[in-house]
């Protein structure tokens, strides 16, 4: 059988020049058509669409969300990994499905999930109420349905992570009269440090860019449960294009950043066997 590697110089430049197309036509060309509507106006009103009120309020409220549910995400990530890799028990296999159930749940189904166990119909809707608590088209709702679509992608990093480093060193360690959680913190999560950053980059990213389930959830109040996607979405009902492009620009900006970051960190990550530094 002849190895990919040996395919003759035409069709290595074919199946280059594919792939460079795709990413011209469905990645860099609507992207490079974000920022020149964005801009289209001048960049005076590009920074004037920035600095709305409904804007500015759009995005404190985004960086707010992903300031709460990342590190919600990162504490529980790096226990299910830890408990998943590291150790045996029932119920292991039933813990790793739900981890993934994000990924087979529509963002949609997910914020109705939130609306039937928070609403003003469900069981806890009357008390909830009665004690003055809002959780649905309010932060708590928005961060709550955050937190569950951004659920797998620290977890999803560390597990394999964690398998292929194996317990050998936890067991030494632990057999020098280390105690768990001290083995914990100077062993286990020292070697997964960079696995860590890469899924807490990956889970941010998701969090900024969230709309489906936030769009249930939030009730679309504007200036104040409004993140960026939903900003942007009524803006652009509004026919208010540029200022939509705008902030999508800035959506995409950030979106950018994490980009060089996971770059930044594949490289790092690459540069030693298991993925391991």
């Known amino acids: 059988m002849q190895d990919a590697a040996t395919e003759s110089r035409p069709v290595r430049a074919a199946l280059i020049a594919t792939a460079l197309a795709f990413l011209l036509l469905f990645l860099l060309a609507p992207l490079a058509a974000v920022f020149a509507q964005a801009l289209s106006a001048g960049l005076?009103?590009?920074?004037?669409?920035?600095?709305?009120?409904?804007?500015?309020?759009?995005?404190?409220?985004?960086?707010?969300?992903?300031?709460?549910?990342?590190?919600?995400?990162?504490?529980?990530g790096l226990a299910a990994a830890w408990a998943v890799a590291k150790h045996e028990f029932r119920g292991k296999a039933l813990l790793t499905s739900l981890i993934d159930l994000p990924f087979s749940v529509s963002p949609v189904v997910a914020g109705l999930i939130y609306v039937l166990l928070f609403g003003a119909g469900s069981?806890?809707?009357?008390?909830?109420?009665?004690?003055?608590?809002?959780?649905?088209?309010?932060?708590?709702?928005?961060?709550?349905?955050?937190?569950?679509?951004?659920?797998?992608?620290?977890?999803?990093?560390?597990?394999?992570?964690?398998?292929?480093?194996?317990?050998?060193?936890?067991?030494?360690?632990?057999?020098?009269?280390?105690?768990?959680?001290?083995?914990?913190?100077?062993?286990?999560?020292?070697?997964?440090?960079?696995?860590?950053?890469?899924?807490?980059?990956?889970?941010?990213?998701?969090?900024?860019?969230e709309f489906g389930a936030v769009s249930v959830v939030s009730g679309h109040i504007r200036g104040l449960t409004n993140t960026m996607p939903l900003h942007v979405e009524i803006l652009y009902n509004e026919y208010n294009f540029q200022a939509a492009f705008a902030v999508a620009s800035l959506l995409a900006l950030l979106a950018l950043v994490t980009l060089v970051l996971k770059t930044v960190l594949e490289a790092r990550l690459g540069g030693a066997p298991g993925r391991v530094r």
């Open 123 to 209: 069981a806890l809707g009357p008390w909830l109420a009665a004690h003055g608590v809002q959780i649905l088209f309010a932060v708590p709702g928005i961060v709550l349905a955050t937190v569950f679509v951004t659920v797998p992608f620290v977890a999803r990093e560390l597990i394999p992570l964690m398998q292929a480093q194996g317990v050998t060193e936890e067991e030494a360690a632990l057999s020098l009269g280390a105690s768990g959680w001290r083995t914990f913190l100077r062993v286990t999560l020292p070697n997964a440090r960079w696995g860590l950053l890469y899924g807490v980059l990956l889970c941010n990213a998701r969090a900024m860019g």
């Open 44 to 76: 005076g009103a590009w920074a004037a669409a920035l600095v709305e009120p409904d804007a500015v309020s759009a995005t404190r409220l985004t960086l707010l969300v992903a300031a709460v549910a990342v590190p919600l995400n990162c504490v529980f």
